[in-house]
């Protein structure tokens, strides 16, 4: 599965990307000018702020929620944004670059220039990325010499490989671009050191080998003459360490030392080219072969189109079965390739970014985005890729019992919108989108998922403790509605949108939807971590009196779910973030057969946002597609999969917001798994939301994951399961939903 293109990139959305979780590469295939263009995951300036989090909050919380609580929300947005933000700059609206929050950024681009090429396209070019192998290559001949460009990123070794090699000789000049300053050059080795003001250091280095011709170097870049093989060994290394609540240890600010990491794990990887590739590829395909989808559709005649060409083709209204499934391993290839073996998950952007500046500084949302990048680690059965969220949970957990402390004097430990490698959990700039309280709350869903698809208690064991912190806040932070009598969040938002009422448009509110399906869902799984543990028995007591004061679902005017406390008009009835369904999906207190009504009112939710014009990002549409599937809706699951391809989709498979940010190909792919197997209902249904049409109508699937350590396995025909296995531990007995009726049946190994 692959690829393939028949013109060079032009822009960075068209490069094709490699990574081996740590390390990240954007290949341009050019056969003038090659741009290898590289990331490491840890590459960020910023430094550790005690300053953010904002000691007025306290005594002023009183204030705002009067405000709230008598119907003035513009004076409770006004004390919100005077009092309940960040001190400082924050991430600078999206722009960290250059503050204490910083940005996620390039290392630069290491170019490799065919002398004497001219401008023309030889007319045997071809670039492709294999998925599999995670190799790509570039092939091509001009004046009767035929080449071949190959790179790689190695999961065995740790570091990029490139390999161009020719049948004749040819005349190569490397250079490596860093606007923060000037690499080295000599006739074997290129160096580029750079350190940020009060924060880490980075190093590039690459070693190169040639055969025939002569190499030198001058002050512009490495000249390679009359050679018929050049091989690159290259790696980017950082010196940043995660903080403490005190912000030690501090990274070391001298880029030697991250050089001298860098030249020991090139230095290391020992063997030639091929026997490289073939030890990542080993990994690569064996992380992706755990779960496959498989359909018999009739049409293949896309199949032998350039990729860019076929998303053109769907842009169009034309079905391409084969790149859906393409998407799919394409979704699971890009997330090991960005959490495999890392100090920190995916970001915004994965492990990619061109851009010193990047946008939204490629950080962490938590109020969907890096949630969503680990939907399919669990679905898909990759859950070593969840361990460098985790620990990032466990990070934040750290740094959100300060803020909590500051904040709000008050227990635990809180995250809101937007986070960092730096500890930053206080609420971002802007109160209406960065006050999110139950950013963090959220996260603890992910330890939830952890347990229940593992099944192993020693999930909640470990991480007891960041469970029952984030408890221990919203014990001390939710206040009783006097409008209502529950308890409430306040102030909130319901995540980036705004209501109308007495001819204003407002964020800030008390006990927004979501809040309560969320902490509902961090009460249940605490008190539940309790009794499984026997321990805390009043704690968990207390967890569920609690839970039982928190505002119910309710249905409003429209038939709607309602977002918030009260009945409220959107300002945008189109918005992208459908918060209020969090209790459909990822959550489960949303089902057809527990809350029926509930159920209806969540399908009137979501054709409303997307009459209005809703799903219009990448990662919005990705998540409408997992809502439905949970809704059981096949043929509204291919039809909105239809669109993230045909227009929230770059040319090398990239999904965009816009611009470029990852969490939509992870949500996307995660969606297959969704339509075709289901475990949240405590029972395992098989082709929950298969599609009534003809490409879909036959086809199978293995390896799929459901909660309770199962691994199901699945054959269909004309719509039907034919024949299916459950594996996990041999003798266990599960409850099997097969083609509409309910069976039990034996695990096997």
Request: hydrophobic share 40%.
């Amino acid at each position: 599965m692959e690829l393939f293109y028949r013109k060079p990139a032009e822009k960075w959305v068209e490069a094709l990307p490699l990574g081996n979780g740590r390390l990240g590469a954007m290949v341009y295939g050019d056969p003038r000018r090659e741009e290898i263009q590289l990331n490491e995951e840890t590459l960020w300036d910023g430094r550790f702020d005690p300053e953010a989090d904002n000691p007025e909050t306290p005594d002023h919380l009183a204030e705002i929620r009067a405000a709230i609580f008598s119907g003035d929300y513009a004076r409770g947005e006004e004390l919100t944004q005077k009092y309940m933000v960040c001190r400082g700059e924050g991430s600078g609206r999206g722009h960290g670059l250059d503050l204490a929050y910083g940005s996620y950024q390039t290392a630069g681009s290491l170019r490799i220039a065919y002398r004497d090429a001219g401008e023309e396209i030889p007319a045997d070019y071809r670039r492709s990325l294999a998925l599999m192998t995670g190799l790509a290559e570039t092939s091509f001949t001009r004046g009767g010499t035929h080449v071949v460009s190959r790179v790689f990123t190695s999961y065995a070794k740790g570091i990029l490989l490139a390999e161009i090699r020719a049948d004749g000789p040819i005349s190569l000049d490397l250079t490596y671009e860093n606007r923060l300053g000037t690499a080295e050059y000599a006739p074997d080795a290129i160096v580029f050191r750079h350190a940020f003001p009060d924060s880490e250091a980075y190093a590039v280095y690459a070693s190169l080998a040639t055969d025939g011709g002569s190499a030198s170097a001058d002050l512009d870049g490495v000249h390679l003459t009359d050679i018929t093989r050049l091989t690159i060994r290259l790696d980017v290394r950082t010196t940043y360490v995660r903080p403490g609540i005190d912000g030690t240890p501090k990274p070391s600010n001298d880029p030697e030392k991250a050089l001298a990491k860098a030249k020991a794990a090139v230095r290391a990887a020992d063997g030639d080219f091929d026997t490289l590739l073939s030890e990542s590829a080993a990994i690569l395909s064996s992380l992706l072969g755990r779960a496959r989808i498989s359909l018999d559709y009739a049409d293949h005649t896309p199949d032998a189109l350039p990729t860019d060409e076929r998303i053109l083709r769907m842009r169009d209204g034309a079905d391409d079965t084969g790149l859906l499934l393409t998407y799919f391993t394409f979704g699971k290839y890009l997330l090991i390739s960005s959490s495999y073996r890392c100090v920190l998950p995916a970001n915004l952007q994965g492990v990619w970014s061109g851009d010193y500046d990047t946008v939204w500084s490629a950080d962490y949302h938590i109020n969907i985005n890096l949630q969503m990048n680990y939907w399919l680690a669990e679905t898909c059965r990759l859950p070593e890729l969840t361990e460098p969220l985790l620990a990032y949970i466990r990070f934040l957990s750290a740094h959100g019992r300060r803020t909590a402390a500051i904040q709000y004097k008050a227990n635990g430990w809180v995250a809101h919108t937007i986070t960092n490698p730096w500890g930053f959990t206080a609420p971002g700039e802007g109160a209406s989108w960065g006050s999110f309280s139950c950013a963090g709350a959220w996260c603890c869903q992910h330890i939830r998922e952890r347990y229940l698809f593992s099944g192993d208690p020693d999930v909640l064991r470990e991480n007891y403790d960041i469970l029952r912190g984030a408890c221990e806040f919203f014990l001390d932070f939710l206040v009783t509605d006097p409008r209502t009598g529950y308890l409430v969040t306040c102030p909130s938002n319901s995540p980036e949108n705004s209501f109308l009422t007495g001819g204003g448009r407002y964020g800030i509110c008390a006990g927004p939807t979501m809040d309560a399906e969320i902490l509902r869902m961090l009460f249940r799984t605490t008190a539940d971590a309790c009794d499984l543990l026997h321990m805390d028995e009043d704690f968990a007591a207390s967890l569920r009196e609690t839970a039982a004061k928190l505002p119910p679902i309710r249905i409003g005017k429209h038939g709607q779910i309602m977002e918030w406390s009260e009945d409220f008009d959107e300002a945008e009835p189109g918005h992208r973030h459908v918060s209020h369904l969090f209790a459909l999906h990822p959550g489960d207190e949303i089902t057809p057969d527990g809350t029926p009504d509930l159920f209806r009112a969540a399908r009137v939710t979501l054709e409303r946002r997307l009459a209005a014009g809703g799903g219009h990002t990448g990662w919005s549409r990705a998540w409408v597609t997992n809502f439905f599937a949970r809704m059981g809706d096949g043929d509204a699951c291919l039809q909105n999969l239809n669109v993230l391809l045909g227009r929230s989709t770059l040319p090398n498979l990239f999904d965009t917001h816009p611009p470029f940010q990852i969490d939509g190909n992870f949500g996307g792919a995660n969606a297959f798994a969704e339509m075709l197997v289901q475990s949240q209902s405590g029972k395992i249904v098989l082709l929950p939301a298969l599609p009534h049409d003809a490409n879909w109508k036959n086809g199978a699937f293995t390896g799929l994951a459901a909660r309770g350590g199962f691994s199901v396995d699945c054959r269909w025909e004309d719509g039907q399961v034919v024949e299916y296995a459950i594996h996990g531990t041999p003798g266990a007995v599960v409850t099997v939903s097969v083609n509409g009726r309910e069976e039990e049946a034996a695990v096997i190994a």
